[in-house]
């Protein structure tokens, strides 16, 4: 006995722990198993890719058999080709999903392991507010699906910054976005990649805020319309364009003359810091209309232009884009007119005399019955003589819908009718308002006729105005 145990004490190779151990009948035999690691059900492994087929990979883990990892089991995308997902040789993380299954196969899981990991990874960027990256692997109703490792959800409101027309046009592209809903046992992951690009943005916006000042003209694209105007992206932050500075013409919706992704050059009006605002013109960047009227006509031409609105108290020119002239009503022709629409159509194209020219305040007033007469006479009517406001001569007042509060104020300048006779009435339409001289001359006139001529006596009755003349 004492021999036997002081031989087995002396058998240099049961110092090599875990390479030999004994048999049944005592006889020293390799032990294979210490030799391979010691794996558990859900643990995650390492390996090699050592074969590649079409329904499963083969991983040498140094494990007594090889891992096989079933095509099921290699990725979150659906009807995913083996070969392309891994190659021969790669180095892949894989869970143990069974230790043997009834072939005695050792059953690994590529996406499982990398899910296990991609929710760790998201739970850390979730806390700490640090975007992730994924790969666009669908685009769904709604929103894309991004591949963390689990799949994520990113709304299209949360795609960018604006409303993304076409969402097929991110597929295949790798998108960092901040993880803004978690919830593990429902494995859902909500996404907001606008959330990254207005961070990113946030800086650059201050620097262009701080680069820019009232005057400036710069170069953008235009980002949206709506009906109020356009917005145009500075290279990061967006600047409005409102619908009265796109023309000097009047613009129904700007539409008309914009579109989005069309590059343009714009002047900054006004630049409110504080709300990281920026006003635009797009028509400070074109030649002024008014001032070509004022370098190439005078008081007194004869110019040609087409009407582009009838109201009540009058119509409206335009001899050049964006430049109307009123045409009153007592100027349209030489006898008296009830209704503009009796003289002028919409659409009508008319030759017109320039009586009246205020740069400054960019009015022009016309008169068709001069062309025609050929009168330079005093201008009877001109806005103050008329009482009209200064509303009546911007565009965007000067409607029909507008015109009866307007015809109020018109009609409140005009002589009285009903105190004329039927003789005075007639020659009262061919002047609506004499000037006081051409009434004092008329009252003479009709005195020394009177005194002439005897004639019988006719019941006469004149103007208000005649008689205190």
Known sequence: MVQEQTATEADPRLEEEGVWTRGPDGELIPDYDSTFPTINEGEVVSGTVVRVDKDEVLVDIGYKSEGVIPVSELSIRRSVDPASEVQLGDEIDALVLTKEDTEGRLILSKKRARFEMAWKKIERAAESGEPVEGTV??????????????????????????RVQDLDDFLGKTLRSKVIELNRSRNNVVLSRRAVIEEERKEMRQAILDRLSPGDVVTGTISNIVDFGAFVDLDGIDGLIHISELSWSHVNHPSELLEI?????VKVLDIDRDRQRI??????????????VVDTHDQGDVIEGKVTKVVTFGAFVEILPGVEGLVHISELAQHHVENPREIVSQGDVVKAKIIEMDAERRRLSLSLKRVEEGDDGPTTASAESLGLSEEVFAENLATAEEAPALEETVESTQPEDSALTEETASEDAASEDPAPAEAADEAVALEDQDAGDEPEPEPSVQPEDDEQA
């Open 137 to 162: 692997i669908e685009v769904v109703k709604g929103g894309l699906i991004l591949d963390l490792g689990v799949r994520g959800f990113l709304p299209a409101s949360l795609v960018d910054i604006r």
């Open 279 to 292: 006003s635009l013109g797009l028509k400070q960047t074109q030649t002024d209309p008014w001032q070509q």
């Open 261 to 265: 992704g069309q590059e343009v050059s």
